[in-house]
């Protein structure tokens, strides 16, 4: 079967998990050969066995997000081999918790380096190479957590907000050359980077009920599929959102449009 991606080409990093593993299984089971980073060549490769057999195709390219370097000789490769790209997605992150004064500032750095340098290390090289290709579009994974915060995220909510800031920076730098930027907010979606948090805040509960937990924060009552996250972000890649640029989509079952504080009988 062929898809409407069909000959594009597509950079996503974060790619060997979780939202970035969603992205690359849903464009390549639509036509799109994807050049999948991550730090973990092995999750890539998991990826690669998923996917095979669909009408795309994943190319792994085993790095970290935060050298700048590999980077470049990834893009290169990307040059090299298909001229550039026609869409970037940067949904590589870390979480890690801690109020201001409970985060040490190693962890504070990382934060920003991974979720933040991360994103800006991506699209620097990543812009080069859809203006090889006559413009496109990238999408940056923010978070519900850009608007809102729990308590203790106060490195990881700094990031998530400054995400925001660099989408609208890059709209209106690059708007001109046909590259749109806009980023996408989730809520809680099932992921290893959840499963994890529910097992560091399970205390003996199994893991599932606190996903459950959190999934009834959101008024939809769960949490988000990988794949409902992807969808999202391929409207935004694509050209029925041609006049979308600098915007943020929340993605996030209506976690932030509601109060906490609820009537007494509710
Ligand atoms: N899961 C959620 O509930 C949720 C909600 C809102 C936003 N997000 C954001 O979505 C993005 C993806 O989250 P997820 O839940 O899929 O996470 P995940 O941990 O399940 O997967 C993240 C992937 O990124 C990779 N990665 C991490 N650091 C990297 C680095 N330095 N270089 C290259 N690859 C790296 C990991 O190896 C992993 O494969 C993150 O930016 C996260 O902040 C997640």
Redesign the pocket.
Known sequence: MTGSWDGRVALV?????????GVVELLVGRGAVVVG????GG?LQDVAGAVAGAPGRLEPAV????DPARLAAVAEEIRAGHGGVDAVVC?????RYGSVDTTDPTTYAEVMD??VG?AFNTCRVGVPLLRARGGGAVVL?????AYASQRAVAA?TAS?AALLGLVRAMAVDHAREGIRVNAV?????D????R?AAERFSGGRPAEDVVAEWGRAHPLGR?AR?REIAEAVEFLLSERASFITGADLKVDGGLTAGLAAALPKD
């Open positions: 990093t974060g790619a060997g998990a979780g939202i970035g593993r980073v991550d730090r973990d999750a790095a970290s997000v935060t949904a590589a992150g870390i979480q991974v979720n991360g994974v923010s978070s519900a957590q990881y998530k907010c989730p809520g809680s979606v992921t290893p980077m959840l994890w949490v990988p």
